[in-house]
């Protein structure tokens, strides 16, 4: 009950309302409280270090199924009302991935009503993610396909572990699957539209310091350097006056959060007539069958 609560608020509250900062003065004490003590979740471990870092710890390869991205945002959201909590480090409790992207297990062989709820779980985390009123860098320690690809594009600064066996990009249509238009929005805001069109196509999945040179990344650093940077830049980050960031990040992102907003149910009719459909079912099978057979 508590996850669907969440899953049914909306991030852009948070990234363009002045009430945010109401509620955030009414409960900041017991809050401030409470959220200064590392969450103990099962797949998304928040440590409150020397910078707040969100972990992604659902093994093997971080899918993110319903149960993560569920996690997530209840996680983030607790620390977006948190006043003490200015900045969010995303990373993988894992060397070599950071995330494997969407589970796909949850998108075959399941009824429409549970499509529809893994559909809304996806928006609901980009919402937060992207809406986002703190800093957020991504710490990328390893591979990134489609949906980790998405959350690393909804920070605002991405590091990259320097190693050319890890990738990052929208792969959708080498699953023989479209990335929706929120998706490709977020990656023309980062890269630009002309890289976007021919990543999309052509499903392409970037080594790191190829990612690099196309900007989908900001930064490559050794593996082991990556979260300490990571550190290093959120310092930079939060020297800025915080109201001037947030209102420049809103301006930058509102649009793109207003248009999934204001299809958000259109949305999900869609994604689920199109997972239903047999020939996309059959395609995520050959997929699946694919990545179990290369060992
Ligand atoms: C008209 C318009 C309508 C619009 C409709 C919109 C539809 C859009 C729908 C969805 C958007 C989709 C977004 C996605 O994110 S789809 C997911 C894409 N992800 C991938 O392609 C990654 C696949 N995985 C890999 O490439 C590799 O696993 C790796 C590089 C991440 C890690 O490699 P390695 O360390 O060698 O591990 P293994 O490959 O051996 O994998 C281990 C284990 O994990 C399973 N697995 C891997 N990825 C996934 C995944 N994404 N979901 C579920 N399970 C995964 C893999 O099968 C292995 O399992 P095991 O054999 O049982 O151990």
């Given at each position: 009950m508590a996850a669907q609560a969440v899953l049914r608020s909306s991030a852009p509250a948070r990234l363009l309302s002045g009430s945010f900062y109401i509620r955030k003065g009414v409960l900041a004490s017991w809050q401030h409280y409470q959220s200064r003590r590392p969450f103990s979740n099962e797949k998304v471990l928040v440590e409150l270090d020397e910078s707040t870092v969100m972990k992604m710890k659902n093994p093997p390869v971080n899918s993110l199924s319903l149960d993560v991205l569920t996690e997530f945002s209840i996680s983030l959201e607790k620390?977006?009302?948190?006043?003490?909590?200015?900045?969010?480090?995303?990373?993988?409790?894992?060397?070599?991935?950071?995330?494997?992207?969407?589970?796909?297990?949850?998108m075959c062989g399941k009824s429409a009503e549970h499509y529809a709820a893994f559909w809304r779980a996806v928006q609901e985390m980009w919402l937060k993610l992207y809406g986002s009123n703190m800093v957020t860098i991504a710490a990328i320690n390893g591979s990134s396909p489609a949906g980790g690809c998405l959350m690393a594009m909804c920070c605002d600064y991405r590091i990259m572990a320097d190693n050319p066996k890890f990738a990052i990009g929208l792969n959708e249509t080498q699953l023989g699957i479209v990335a929706p238009f929120w998706f490709k929005e977020t990656m023309v805001n980062t890269v630009g539209n002309r890289v976007t069109e021919q990543s999309l196509q052509l499903g392409q999945m970037y080594p790191a310091p190829d990612a690099l040179k196309i900007g989908l990344v900001d930064k490559l650093v050794t593996e082991e350097k990556v979260q300490s940077?990571?550190?290093?830049?959120?310092?930079?980050?939060?020297?800025?006056?915080?109201?001037?960031?947030?209102?420049?990040?809103?301006?930058?992102?509102?649009?793109?959060?207003?248009?999934?907003?204001?299809?958000?149910?259109?949305?999900?009719?869609n994604f689920v007539s199109f997972i239903t459909k047999d020939s996309i079912q059959k395609s995520l099978q050959v997929y699946m069958d694919r990545l179990k057979q290369k060992k």
């Open positions: 620390l977006e009302i948190d006043r003490g909590c200015r900045g969010v480090i995303l990373t993988s409790a894992f060397p070599k991935i950071f995330s494997a992207g969407l589970d796909i297990t949850e940077t990571a550190v290093a830049a959120m310092s930079q980050w939060l020297a800025v006056p915080d109201h001037a960031r947030q209102i420049t990040k809103s301006i930058m992102r509102k649009p793109t959060i207003d248009n999934l907003v204001k299809h958000r149910e259109a949305d999900i009719n």
